[in-house]
């Protein structure tokens, strides 16, 4: 397998990130100089072993998921676990339905623990975890299959956000067809991907 990816894009202001399936862009905007630096240093320096960790317990994380199933020791596994549990009494559901919101989680986790910018997010496919400072906000744009514009929604650090999942039958994932288009804001982004996966039909 390919070993991790790390590239700047653009100016220098985003992350390119990739390992094989995971594909992230990460963008910062910094506080004070040099923290944009040392965030994007924090998550190139966290994802190298993202992808190798989740991969060695691979068979237990496509189990099927129940009150009781203990929590593994990798990180990125635990978030997943713990965002997939309230689900699995009424659906069909393992911890993989998790795994790209809890991996841009996992990556915001270390840039914060290094740094704390005025804005961050980590975007995975359309699973995004953001990052806000006190006065700071983040908007995101919605659109159709065929680029009609949904809206935007737009919220602050105050109001409990922290994810947001967006997918539908022109995404990354099998749809059941039930929705063509789905976005969820949650406090995580692995919280958020479980929801829309789960009231879109994917499971």
Same mark, same amino acid.
């Given at each position: 397998?390919?070993?991790?990816?790390?590239?700047?894009?653009?100016?220098?202001?985003?992350?390119?990130?990739?390992?094989?399936?995971?594909?992230?862009?990460?963008?910062?905007?910094?506080? &004070?100089?040099?923290?944009?630096?040392? &965030?994007?240093?924090?998550?190139?320096?966290?994802?190298?072993?993202?992808?190798?960790?989740?991969?060695?317990?691979?068979?237990?994380?496509?189990?099927?998921?129940?009150?009781?199933?203990?929590?593994?020791?990798?990180?990125?596994?635990?978030?997943?676990?713990?965002?997939?549990?309230?689900?699995?009494?009424?659906?069909?559901?393992?911890?993989?339905?998790?795994?790209?919101?809890?991996?841009?989680?996992?990556?915001?986790?270390?840039?914060?623990? &290094?740094?704390?910018?005025?804005?961050?997010?980590?975007?995975?496919?359309?699973?995004?975890?953001?990052?806000?400072?006190?006065?700071?906000?983040?908007?995101? &744009?919605?659109?159709?299959?065929?680029?009609?514009?949904?809206?935007?929604?737009?919220?602050?650090?105050?109001?409990?956000?922290?994810?947001?999942?967006?997918?539908?039958?022109?995404?990354?994932?099998?749809?059941?067809?039930?929705?063509?288009?789905?976005?969820?804001?949650?406090?995580?982004?692995?919280?958020?991907?479980?929801?829309?996966?789960?009231?879109?039909?994917?499971?």
């Amino acid at each position: 397998m390919q070993r991790p990816i790390s590239a700047l894009l653009g100016t220098g202001d985003r992350l390119h990130l990739n390992h094989g399936p995971i594909d992230l862009i990460v963008g910062a905007e910094e506080a &004070a100089p040099g923290d944009r630096f040392r &965030a994007f240093e924090a998550a190139s320096d966290r994802f190298q072993t993202i992808l190798d960790g989740l991969v060695q317990d691979l068979d237990r994380h496509r189990t099927q998921l129940s009150p009781g199933t203990p929590d593994p020791s990798n990180a990125v596994a635990r978030r997943m676990y713990s965002a997939a549990r309230p689900h699995c009494t009424s659906a069909f559901v393992t911890p993989m339905i998790a795994v790209a919101g809890a991996v841009a989680d996992e990556v915001l986790a270390a840039i914060c623990s &290094a740094v704390r910018p005025r804005r961050v997010y980590v975007n995975n496919g359309g699973d995004i975890a953001v990052h806000l400072a006190p006065g700071e906000s983040y908007s995101v &744009a919605m659109s159709g299959t065929e680029g009609t514009d949904l809206g935007t929604l737009r919220f602050g650090p105050d109001d409990g956000i922290r994810g947001i999942a967006t997918s539908g039958t022109g995404g990354r994932s099998h749809s059941f067809g039930i929705a063509d288009s789905e976005t969820v804001l949650a406090a995580t982004a692995a919280a958020a991907d479980v929801a829309y996966l789960e009231k879109a039909g994917f499971v």
